[in-house]
Protein backbone atom coordinates (compact mmCIF):
# COMPACT_ATOMS: atom_id res chain seq x y z
CA UNK A 1 0.00 0.00 0.00
CA UNK A 2 1.15 3.45 -1.17
CA UNK A 3 1.12 6.33 1.30
CA UNK A 4 -1.01 9.12 0.82
CA UNK A 5 0.08 12.53 -0.06
CA UNK A 6 1.11 14.76 2.57
CA UNK A 7 -0.79 12.29 4.79
CA UNK A 8 2.03 12.69 7.58
CA UNK A 9 3.88 15.60 8.14
CA UNK A 10 6.10 17.89 10.66
CA UNK A 11 3.75 17.02 13.62
CA UNK A 12 3.79 13.13 13.42
CA UNK A 13 0.28 12.62 14.08
CA UNK A 14 -1.61 9.83 11.92
CA UNK A 15 -2.68 6.27 11.53
CA UNK A 16 0.26 3.50 12.46
CA UNK A 17 1.01 3.28 8.87
CA UNK A 18 0.35 0.50 6.23
CA UNK A 19 -2.04 -2.64 6.56
CA UNK A 20 -4.12 -0.98 9.50
CA UNK A 21 -0.69 -0.88 11.57
CA UNK A 22 0.93 -4.45 10.22
CA UNK A 23 4.40 -4.28 9.07
CA UNK A 24 4.52 -7.28 6.21
CA UNK A 25 1.73 -8.92 7.56
CA UNK A 26 3.07 -8.88 11.26
CA UNK A 27 1.32 -6.55 13.94
CA UNK A 28 3.08 -3.56 15.45
CA UNK A 29 2.64 -4.36 19.14
CA UNK A 30 4.31 -8.05 18.59
CA UNK A 31 7.30 -5.42 17.03
CA UNK A 32 7.22 -2.63 20.11
CA UNK A 33 4.68 -3.78 22.76
CA UNK A 34 1.89 -2.25 23.88
CA UNK A 35 1.42 1.34 23.72
CA UNK A 36 0.64 1.31 27.50
CA UNK A 37 3.45 -1.28 28.74
CA UNK A 38 6.56 0.88 26.96
CA UNK A 39 9.24 0.90 29.20
CA UNK A 40 11.96 3.11 26.99
CA UNK A 41 9.99 6.21 25.50
CA UNK A 42 11.09 9.43 25.43
CA UNK A 43 14.06 10.55 27.57
CA UNK A 44 13.35 8.27 30.24
CA UNK A 45 16.36 5.77 31.79
CA UNK A 46 17.18 2.81 29.83
CA UNK A 47 18.50 -0.08 32.04
CA UNK A 48 20.02 3.02 34.14
CA UNK A 49 21.46 4.48 31.19
CA UNK A 50 19.81 7.93 30.08
CA UNK A 51 18.52 7.97 26.37
CA UNK A 52 20.02 11.24 25.02
CA UNK A 53 17.43 11.74 23.47
CA UNK A 54 14.10 10.10 21.79
CA UNK A 55 14.99 8.17 18.79
CA UNK A 56 13.52 8.37 15.13
CA UNK A 57 14.42 5.51 12.31
CA UNK A 58 15.11 6.74 8.56
CA UNK A 59 14.96 4.72 5.23
CA UNK A 60 14.95 5.91 1.49
CA UNK A 61 14.17 4.84 -1.84
CA UNK A 62 16.24 5.74 -4.37
CA UNK A 63 15.77 6.11 -7.92
CA UNK A 64 18.32 6.42 -11.07
CA UNK A 65 19.70 9.78 -12.57
CA UNK A 66 22.04 10.38 -15.02
CA UNK A 67 23.63 8.26 -17.55
CA UNK A 68 22.61 4.87 -17.16
CA UNK A 69 20.75 5.78 -13.65
CA UNK A 70 24.28 5.54 -11.80
CA UNK A 71 23.30 8.79 -9.60
CA UNK A 72 21.32 7.97 -6.84
CA UNK A 73 18.11 10.71 -6.30
CA UNK A 74 15.62 10.39 -3.75
CA UNK A 75 12.55 9.17 -4.55
CA UNK A 76 10.65 7.98 -1.10
CA UNK A 77 11.73 9.23 2.23
CA UNK A 78 9.93 7.48 5.53
CA UNK A 79 10.53 8.01 9.19
CA UNK A 80 8.98 6.13 12.08
CA UNK A 81 8.84 6.65 15.68
CA UNK A 82 9.92 4.85 18.85
CA UNK A 83 6.67 3.01 18.37
CA UNK A 84 6.53 2.43 15.02
CA UNK A 85 4.61 4.89 13.93
CA UNK A 86 4.51 6.97 10.77
CA UNK A 87 6.25 10.13 11.42
CA UNK A 88 7.14 10.94 7.39
CA UNK A 89 5.76 9.39 4.26
CA UNK A 90 6.67 11.09 1.46
CA UNK A 91 7.31 10.77 -2.47
CA UNK A 92 9.83 12.79 -3.72
CA UNK A 93 10.31 14.15 -7.27
CA UNK A 94 13.97 14.60 -8.07
CA UNK A 95 15.72 17.64 -9.72
CA UNK A 96 17.26 16.08 -11.68
CA UNK A 97 16.11 13.94 -14.52
CA UNK A 98 15.37 10.23 -14.05
CA UNK A 99 16.90 7.66 -16.04
CA UNK A 100 15.64 4.38 -14.05
CA UNK A 101 13.13 4.09 -11.86
CA UNK A 102 14.50 0.88 -10.26
CA UNK A 103 11.08 -0.42 -9.92
CA UNK A 104 12.03 -3.91 -9.26
CA UNK A 105 13.81 -2.66 -6.33
CA UNK A 106 11.56 0.62 -5.59
CA UNK A 107 8.54 0.16 -7.10
CA UNK A 108 8.65 3.85 -7.65
CA UNK A 109 6.94 4.84 -11.38
CA UNK A 110 7.06 8.47 -13.02
CA UNK A 111 2.98 9.11 -12.78
CA UNK A 112 3.18 8.33 -9.43
CA UNK A 113 5.83 10.58 -8.03
CA UNK A 114 4.67 13.12 -10.87
CA UNK A 115 1.20 13.38 -9.15
CA UNK A 116 2.54 12.54 -5.82
CA UNK A 117 5.55 13.55 -5.19
CA UNK A 118 7.11 16.83 -3.53
CA UNK A 119 10.23 18.77 -4.38
CA UNK A 120 13.71 17.40 -2.82
CA UNK A 121 14.34 20.54 -1.27
CA UNK A 122 10.70 20.45 0.95
CA UNK A 123 11.41 16.87 1.61
CA UNK A 124 14.85 17.80 3.02
CA UNK A 125 13.52 20.44 4.81
CA UNK A 126 10.95 18.36 6.84
CA UNK A 127 13.36 15.52 7.81
CA UNK A 128 16.14 17.70 8.64
CA UNK A 129 13.46 19.77 10.88
CA UNK A 130 12.12 16.12 12.37
CA UNK A 131 15.56 14.90 12.73
CA UNK A 132 17.47 17.47 14.75
CA UNK A 133 17.73 16.38 18.38
CA UNK A 134 17.28 12.73 17.35
CA UNK A 135 18.71 9.68 18.27
CA UNK A 136 18.94 8.80 14.17
CA UNK A 137 18.42 4.76 13.90
CA UNK A 138 18.62 2.75 10.56
CA UNK A 139 20.61 0.77 8.19
CA UNK A 140 23.41 1.49 6.41
CA UNK A 141 22.23 4.82 7.19
CA UNK A 142 24.61 6.92 5.91
CA UNK A 143 23.51 6.17 2.27
CA UNK A 144 20.35 7.84 3.19
CA UNK A 145 22.29 10.92 4.98
CA UNK A 146 24.33 11.21 1.43
CA UNK A 147 21.12 11.31 -0.76
CA UNK A 148 19.28 14.04 1.13
CA UNK A 149 22.30 15.82 1.67
CA UNK A 150 22.12 16.39 5.62
CA UNK A 151 24.70 15.94 8.30
CA UNK A 152 24.12 14.32 11.60
CA UNK A 153 26.01 14.02 15.20
CA UNK A 154 28.20 11.09 15.28
CA UNK A 155 27.34 10.54 18.89
CA UNK A 156 23.57 10.40 17.74
CA UNK A 157 23.55 7.74 14.81
CA UNK A 158 22.69 4.08 15.69
CA UNK A 159 22.77 2.01 12.47
CA UNK A 160 21.60 -1.86 13.07
CA UNK A 161 24.22 -2.80 9.94
CA UNK A 162 26.77 -1.66 12.17
CA UNK A 163 26.23 -2.78 15.61
CA UNK A 164 28.32 -5.88 16.01
CA UNK A 165 26.14 -8.16 18.86
CA UNK A 166 23.44 -7.84 15.82
CA UNK A 167 25.32 -9.63 13.82
CA UNK A 168 24.50 -13.49 13.17
CA UNK A 169 26.42 -15.96 14.51
CA UNK A 170 29.15 -17.09 11.40
CA UNK A 171 28.91 -14.23 9.58
CA UNK A 172 32.48 -13.23 7.85
CA UNK A 173 33.75 -10.18 10.08
CA UNK A 174 34.16 -7.89 6.75
CA UNK A 175 30.40 -8.77 5.54
CA UNK A 176 27.89 -6.00 6.11
CA UNK A 177 24.34 -7.97 7.35
CA UNK A 178 21.46 -7.01 5.57
CA UNK A 179 18.09 -5.73 7.10
CA UNK A 180 16.50 -8.47 5.46
CA UNK A 181 18.84 -10.73 7.08
CA UNK A 182 19.05 -8.94 10.48
CA UNK A 183 14.67 -8.90 10.76
CA UNK A 184 14.70 -12.66 9.68
CA UNK A 185 17.11 -13.49 12.09
CA UNK A 186 16.40 -11.63 14.80
CA UNK A 187 12.23 -10.21 14.70
CA UNK A 188 11.11 -13.76 12.46
CA UNK A 189 10.28 -10.66 10.21
CA UNK A 190 10.07 -11.26 6.18
CA UNK A 191 10.56 -8.03 4.43
CA UNK A 192 11.67 -6.86 0.67
CA UNK A 193 9.93 -10.09 -0.28
CA UNK A 194 9.36 -7.65 -3.41
CA UNK A 195 10.07 -4.25 -4.18
CA UNK A 196 11.39 -2.68 -0.94
CA UNK A 197 9.22 -0.75 1.02
CA UNK A 198 10.99 2.30 3.03
CA UNK A 199 8.44 2.28 5.80
CA UNK A 200 8.57 -1.11 6.60
CA UNK A 201 12.31 -0.79 6.18
CA UNK A 202 12.49 1.90 8.54
CA UNK A 203 9.83 -0.11 11.02
CA UNK A 204 12.36 -3.06 11.05
CA UNK A 205 15.49 -1.13 11.77
CA UNK A 206 13.68 0.40 14.53
CA UNK A 207 12.60 -3.08 16.04
CA UNK A 208 15.81 -3.64 16.11
CA UNK A 209 17.26 -0.86 17.66
CA UNK A 210 14.70 -1.03 20.84
CA UNK A 211 15.53 -4.85 20.92
CA UNK A 212 19.08 -4.05 21.93
CA UNK A 213 18.46 -0.69 23.35
CA UNK A 214 19.40 -0.77 26.96
CA UNK A 215 22.80 -2.77 25.97
CA UNK A 216 23.65 -0.05 23.34
CA UNK A 217 23.01 2.65 24.90
CA UNK A 218 24.85 1.52 27.55
CA UNK A 219 28.19 0.42 25.57
CA UNK A 220 27.94 3.78 23.39
CA UNK A 221 27.83 5.55 26.86
CA UNK A 222 31.00 3.77 27.78
CA UNK A 223 32.33 4.35 24.58
CA UNK A 224 31.93 8.29 24.60
CA UNK A 225 33.49 8.01 28.44
CA UNK A 226 36.67 6.49 27.35
CA UNK A 227 36.98 8.52 24.17
CA UNK A 228 36.53 11.73 26.46
CA UNK A 229 39.22 10.49 29.00
CA UNK A 230 41.44 10.24 25.72
CA UNK A 231 40.93 13.39 24.41
CA UNK A 232 44.01 15.09 22.10
CA UNK A 233 45.34 10.88 22.04
CA UNK A 234 45.17 10.63 18.67
CA UNK A 235 47.47 7.31 19.06
CA UNK A 236 45.29 5.48 21.46
CA UNK A 237 44.16 3.29 18.59
CA UNK A 238 40.44 3.27 20.95
CA UNK A 239 37.80 2.06 18.60
CA UNK A 240 35.65 5.25 16.68
CA UNK A 241 32.24 3.76 17.68
CA UNK A 242 31.70 1.87 14.34
CA UNK A 243 31.52 -1.54 16.44
CA UNK A 244 28.49 0.36 18.10
CA UNK A 245 26.82 1.27 15.17
CA UNK A 246 27.31 5.47 15.44
CA UNK A 247 29.13 7.03 12.79
CA UNK A 248 29.17 7.02 9.17
CA UNK A 249 32.34 5.71 7.84
CA UNK A 250 35.54 7.80 8.43
CA UNK A 251 35.49 8.21 4.54
CA UNK A 252 33.14 9.83 4.56
CA UNK A 253 33.15 12.09 7.71
CA UNK A 254 36.88 13.65 6.03
CA UNK A 255 35.46 14.42 2.58
CA UNK A 256 32.41 14.51 1.77
CA UNK A 257 32.61 14.53 -2.21
CA UNK A 258 33.80 10.60 -1.73
CA UNK A 259 31.13 8.17 -2.17
CA UNK A 260 30.44 5.85 0.78
CA UNK A 261 32.05 2.56 0.54
CA UNK A 262 29.70 -0.51 0.08
CA UNK A 263 30.25 -3.93 1.28
CA UNK A 264 28.81 -7.15 0.39
CA UNK A 265 25.67 -7.44 2.16
CA UNK A 266 24.28 -11.46 2.72
Excluded at 23 to 37: A, E, I, M, S, W
Excluded at 147 to 159: E, Q
Aim: contains cysteine; hydrophobic residues 35%.
Amino acid sequence: MLPKQHEHRRDGVGAPGRRGGRVGGTDLHRLFGKPNNRQNRGRGQIGGVRAPAPALSLDCEMVGCGPQGRISALGRVSICDEEGKTVLDEFVLPDMPITDFRFRITGLSWQLLRDRGISFDAARTLVANLLRGKVLVGHAVHHDLQVLNIDHPVHMIRDTSKYKPLRPTGMASSAVPSLKRLAEHWLQLQIQSGAHDSMEDCRAAMALYKLVQCDWERQFLALRQDQEDRTGNESSGSDNGESFGAPVPSSWQNKRTRKPRRRKQL
